[in-house]
């Protein structure tokens, strides 16, 4: 299976001590396997940094789950037993590592979700509740933590480099929603990668991607006025 991750840097050699701790699944290489959800944390975590963002395209080798000896931790959506494991992981007074896992696969925990755990926490809205407003009120999302040295010997580095194009339309758009309609960089990166004309982008039976960026850029407009 063919996994992406989106970075303010390029990665040529994965080092996990330098990942962050407390984040969803603990100190871990993370990993998508949406390229759109790439192009947006790339597009994102770019900016911070005044460029375009970095694509990395691995190969995963999806009988890890299954042999090799690893320890696997799998979420199939919104859960109670994720909503625990993701709050355990981001509490600073955890333990670290704060679990044993070789590799963990499951659901993001995007900004307004973590807000919103915030408000579970703080007892504002019960778990029943909070996973139950997950559940109708959110896109799928999806990620895969590489917690262990070993379990980085299941990822290849594709042969396969990001494609510019795409990258560049996304520069050109998202400034020119900045420009146009006053946006914050945030807010323009949001409206563009949850659109229903980015979804066209993407799709390489489309061929959209070979047309100007003017053009894409006057569809999502008409999209924005619906």
Known sequence: ????????????????SKCQLNKDFGRAFY???FRYQAEYWAKRKG???NHKGYITEYIFYENAFEHYGLKVLRFDGYTEEWLDFVVMNRDPKSPIPTHDYDIVEGPVADDDITQRIRAYLNGSISKAEFIEELKFKHTPSHQI???TVESLQMLELAIETPELELLNID??????LVNEYGMTEIKAIDTYFESGTYQL????DTKLY????????????KELKK
Not at 7 to 15: A, H, L, P, V
Not at 201 to 204: G, N, T
Not at 210 to 216: A, F, G, L, M, T
């Open 47 to 49: 900016k911070t940094q």
């Open 1 to 16: 299976m063919k996994v992406y991750h989106g970075s303010d840097m390029e990665i040529t050699k994965i080092d996990l």
């Open 201 to 204: 982008l993407i799709d390489e």
């Open 171 to 176: 520069d050109a758009i998202t400034q020119s």
């Open 145 to 147: 933590a590489f917690c």
């Open 31 to 33: 990993v998508i396997k």
């Open 210 to 221: 070979e047309k100007p960026w003017q053009e894409i850029y006057i569809m999502l407009k």
